[in-house]
């Protein structure tokens, strides 16, 4: 069964009257480089909002594929997706020399083959080496309580706590409420939690609780929780090197785990957040681009938000320990419907590339909330970060940012926040994704939009408007 979304293929190029040859031959080298992004996008997106999402095509092209980065903004809405429901795999066309390919698997979800990939076919079907199911399939374990499942108390769902309900329900009805939208924003999910009683949880039309989206970089939180998991389990030293580069004289050598998880390698950035459009729409490799950035500052030296340290901070979690993977974490967690992917060559792209569901989130907030030990399996208490982690993501020892919020070890810290405790900190992402965890109030806030650079929300109020219904 194949769907084709068709939309129209007229490629406009602007170009100047006195550009010279070498000018032209530049302009189209880039342009077509564009198109080859841009189809990548549309296939990567595409892919991970059937497949991981469960999300209908037009709530895809809707929201995945809008309010996306200018340079390829265009020319996503200009290129024809061609999605396989039987071999899980959306192609897109652009007039390259092959069309890019993103395939699903049930571990990681999908991957981005690179720009010239050649399909191995196979019966008239794309044939690629999958790997066998390493993990529990998405709903495994619906039927079992929450918080490990999806089954109701016996108060019903959401569960009814004694207090705060109907104050915390109407505070993010509103959310929803165009007309009436004080926080900004375009929001797709809101979970309120104290304890595990959910006081209210709500969706934009077309999602539910087993709607997955895309995180951004609250994949950064999940990644630092995917270390402190290698910690506990094999003895991950996250003050030891990355040890990433061959030459051991190689002065890099110097930055640890700690100091990328903190955001303070000390690399150079070429651009704010350290884009990485290569790795995230081209098909290349994080191994083949994070390592090729030159030092700027010494390590611990200074903060700079980058996808870079936590692409490195990953593979370097990796190399410690090849057989543990972050969906092993995920199942201990019930968190059945997350997916992080990979690229192309099974690094784990975990600065963004991470799908989620607003309850798998929740269920995040309370490994924290428990301080790593999971209370809700079938066997029991079980301790899955090293003792005291939640304080070490929480201390501001790092170099800080120049804003109202600090950071600590991939979570940003709301301690400076006028009504929110200090105790709080945040996994905050693009687009509008946040999960907010407060040990001391017992509360979990999470967040998920579709929000653009005009229409941004405001967690910081809304967790105060929160916490004062409390």
């Known amino acids: ?3 084709r979304t068709v939309l129209p293929s007229i490629f ?6 006195t550009a010279t040859p070498s000018a032209l031959a530049q302009n189209q080298s880039s342009s077509d480089y564009d198109r080859a992004l841009a189809a990548g996008y549309k296939a990567q997106f595409t892919c991970s909002g059937l497949f991981n999402g469960n999300k209908d095509i037009l709530d895809i092209q809707r929201d995945e594929l809008s309010g996306i980065y200018d340079r390829v903004a265009p020319i996503v809405k200009q290129l024809e997706a061609v999605t396989d429901f039987t071999d899980k795999h959306v192609r897109v066309d652009y007039g390259g020399p092959q069309p890019r390919y993103s395939i699903w698997n049930p571990n990681t979800g999908c991957t981005a083959m690179p720009i010239g990939w050649k399909a191995f076919m196979k019966n008239g079907a794309i044939h690629i080496a999958r790997p066998k199911l390493d993990r529990l399939a998405a709903g495994a374990l619906d039927s079992k309580k929450w918080p490990m499942g999806a089954a109701p108390f016996a108060k019903g769902e959401p569960v009814v706590a004694r207090a705060g309900v109907d104050e915390t329900h109407w505070v993010a009805r509103k959310l929803f409420n165009k007309n009436n939208n004080i926080y900004g924003g375009n929001t797709s999910a809101v979970l309120i939690m104290r304890g595990t009683d959910i006081l209210t949880e709500q ?3 077309g999602h539910d609780k087993h709607t997955s989206q895309r995180t951004w970089s609250v994949a950064k939180s999940i990644g630092g929780t995917f270390a402190g998991y290698v910690a506990h389990k094999n003895g991950l030293d996250v003050n030891a090197s990355l040890n990433l580069w061959a030459n ?3 002065p890099r050598n110097a930055i640890t785990i700690d100091d990328t998880l903190r955001m303070a390698s000390g690399l150079y950035s070429d651009t704010a957040g350290n884009r990485t459009d290569p790795i995230y729409m081209g098909g290349s490799s994080a191994s083949e681009r994070t390592i090729s950035w030159p030092s ?3 390590p611990k030296a200074k903060f700079r938000y980058s996808n870079n340290d936590i692409l490195l901070a990953s593979m370097a979690v990796r190399k410690a320990a090849p057989d ?4 092993h974490l995920f199942d201990k967690l019930g968190m059945t419907r997350t997916y992080a992917e990979t690229d192309w060559q099974g690094n784990y792209l975990l600065s963004s590339q991470v799908w989620t569901t607003a309850r798998d989130l929740a269920r995040l907030g309370l490994l924290y909330m ?4 999971w209370p809700y399996g079938e066997k029991g208490p079980e301790r899955l970060l090293p003792e005291n982690w939640r304080q070490y993501v929480s201390a501001a020892s790092g170099p800080q940012p120049t804003r109202d919020l600090g ?8 301690n400076n926040v006028e009504g929110v405790p200090k105790d709080a900190i945040s996994a905050n992402g693009n687009r509008g994704q946040y999960l907010v965890i407060i040990p001391s109030l017992d509360l979990i806030i999470v967040r998920r939009g579709y929000d653009t650079r005009k229409k941004r929300f405001n967690i910081q109020l809304f967790t105060q408007a929160i916490i004062s219904k409390l």
């Open 1 to 3: 069964m194949r769907l």
């Open 12 to 17: 406009i190029a602007t170009i100047s009257l």
């Open 203 to 205: 969706y934009k039309r």
């Open 248 to 250: 051991k004289d190689d």
């Open 296 to 298: 700027q500052y010494e």
């Open 324 to 327: 543990i993977h972050p969906h």
């Open 370 to 373: 428990h301080d790593g030990v």
């Open 407 to 414: 950071y600590g070890a991939t979570f940003w810290l709301m």
